[in-house]
């Protein structure tokens, strides 16, 4: 019988969860092996360049995505964070697992928290969303572009003698990195990106046999809040050049999100909180960017958009 394919980066972040899909697809693939389809993407390639230069949209998961519409794959496994909330025709999110840690983790080898990082301090990270909530907190930071995966922004950290790096704490604990974390930053004011820490397993719409294997995978909690996250990332039309956060929790039916809008240079932030029925975690999640541009989103996602034209 024809082997489950599972189209998957190469990196051992991207394998990590690879493997971890295909521990649990096994049980439910009968007779049928599973195995990874390795693919390269573009930001794999590009190491060099800010991912904010690169196109923004699918630098890491759109070769994934062609490699499901091409068949030479059955089931692509994303960092959730990565894939882009614009549907691609054939393709459709199947499911979701259990969500791992959704924080920033603060890594330095030389201040025991953030706030103990001296006026000026050298801060890496590749994400826009860091860079303007960092200098929104703390605007004196010289902040520099990191790029590469876990183990080599962990070395640049050394190398580079910078006073610390910004990390997503998923791939920290899932790579047994967590000895790595110097502190959990405070998701008050440093808010996730839209589906941090989860996994999103992406099938071809006619193909109904995959979809059902990985649908047994899906954990209704974790679908219902990334959902509503990525429906408010969607509402607003944010992209890699607008800093954008959510946050969201949900209790006894109730689901809560809370999202951010930062231009880049940190010195504008609009936040807003909305909660509503775990059923219906679209319209949360649209609700939720109605509030933020009812309070001046708009106005920086414009900007931010001209910026992007002139840059492109």
Known sequence: MTPLRLGTRGSPLALWQARFVESRLAPLADLRAVELVLIETHGDRDQASALSAMGGFGVFTKAIQNALLDRRADVAVHSLKDLPTLPTDGLELTAVPPRGPTGDAFVSRKHRQFDDLPRGATVGTSSLRRRAQLLNRRPDLSLIELRGNVDT???????????????????????GLADRVTEV????????????????????SDDAASRHLAEGLNDPNTWARVTAERAMLA????????????????????????????????????????????????????????????????????????RGELLG
């Open 153 to 175: 922004r962990l070395r640049k950290l050394d190398e580079q003698t910078l006073d610390a790096i910004i990390l997503a704490e998923a791939g920290l604990v899932r790579l």
């Open 185 to 204: 930053l405070d998701p008050d004011w440093m808010l996730p990106a839209v589906g941090q820490g989860a996994i999103g397993l992406e099938c071809r």
């Open 235 to 306: 509402a607003l039309g944010g992209g890699c050049l607008v800093p954008i956060g959510a946050t969201s929790r949900m209790e006894d039916g109730v689901l809560t999100v809370r999202g951010a809008v930062l231009s880049q240079d940190g010195k504008r932030r609009i936040t807003a909180t909305h909660t509503g029925p775990a059923a219906t975690p679209l319209a949360v999640g649209q609700e939720l960017a109605a509030l933020l541009l009812g309070y001046g989103a708009g106005e920086i996602l414009e900007t931010d958009a001209k």
